[in-house]
């Protein structure tokens, strides 16, 4: 009684819903409830709200796997794909707004057809050059504030001291010696300090209790526990702090491939 259809709805946050068959087995893959990286623990309020759209709309069994990704939104809706200027020959395909299948395709014949002398008929569409502020300014300003008021935000909430033991898969950002310390604790029970400054533009990251990964709220960089880059745009991990049996926090200031912190002593934490 399951569609064999990939459907998806104009909500606002948006729903979709594809059949997979594997194993000789249906499987529905249910989709959207998307959010902000790095902007309150959302994600299993949203995977709860996927269930209960679909389970009022399709005949589903038990919950078998749910999962977050990450996809860039460019704020018009479409790619960015081609020659960033006229004269550049450096040619770029990004913003895929998650149908990465779809447009890397695309991509691919643009930018060969490109590289070749010639033209395409979606060049002018989605070429990096379309991008006219004055038609979305409204949007391009209320997005970009987001930056400026999570920097004031850090700045005049401070966090609060270590408190409380650390369960394994928890996270959360402490203040220590005047720096804020993002502690975690992996699923076999290592606690993990590095630096909650995020090392693109300094906004203080958040936990994702969904994911177990340091998210940035300003332009969506992610981090594991140990400080290494998921995602941009950072592009350097999160600076490894070393606490000792007094609290003290010294940041590691190299991390070099392969290099690992000096043990930790539990702060308690």
């Known amino acids: 009684g399951f569609p064999a259809a990939l459907m998806f709805d104009d909500a606002e946050p948006y729903?979709?819903?594809?059949?997979?068959?594997?194993?000789?087995?249906?499987?529905?893959?249910?989709?959207?409830?998307?959010?902000?990286?790095?902007?309150?623990?959302?994600?299993?309020?949203?995977w709860d709200r996927l269930e209960a759209w679909a389970r009022q709309r399709f005949p589903v069994g038990a919950v078998e796997a749910r999962w977050s990704g990450q996809i860039l939104e460019p704020f018009d809706g479409l790619p960015l794909i081609g020659a960033s200027s006229k004269s550049s020959r450096i040619r770029v395909a990004t913003g895929y707004s998650g149908n990465g299948v779809t447009w890397g395709t695309v991509a691919a014949e643009m930018l060969t057809a490109q590289v070749l002398g010639g033209e395409h008929p979606l060049g002018a569409a989605l070429s990096p050059r379309r991008l006219a502020l004055?038609?979305?300014w409204s949007e391009y300003v209320v997005e970009n504030l987001d930056f400026p008021r999570q920097l004031v935000r850090d700045r005049l909430q401070r966090p609060q001291p270590p408190a409380g033991d650390l369960a394994p898969g928890e996270g959360r950002v402490v203040r220590v010696a005047d720096h804020d310390v993002a502690l975690s604790r992996d699923t076999d029970g290592t606690l993990h300090a590095v630096s909650a400054i995020?090392?693109?533009?300094?906004?203080?990251?958040?936990?994702?209790?969904?994911e177990k990964s340091w998210d940035c709220p300003c332009h969506g960089s992610r981090f594991?526990?140990?400080?290494?880059?998921?995602?941009?745009?950072?592009?350097r991990p999160l600076k490894a702090m070393a606490l000792d049996e007094d609290r003290e926090v010294e940041e590691?200031?190299?991390?070099?491939?392969g290099y690992e912190p000096e043990p930790l002593t539990d702060p308690g934490v």
């Open 15 to 46: 729903h979709y819903v594809r059949l997979h068959e594997m194993g000789g087995k249906r499987w529905a893959i249910i989709g959207g409830e998307d959010h902000k990286v790095g902007h309150d623990d959302e994600a299993h309020a949203a």
């Open 134 to 136: 004055r038609r979305r």
């Open 198 to 210: 995020c090392t693109h533009m300094a906004c203080r990251v958040a936990f994702n209790d969904a």
């Open 224 to 235: 594991a526990l140990d400080g290494a880059v998921l995602n941009g745009p950072a592009t």
């Open 252 to 257: 590691e200031t190299e991390r070099r491939p």
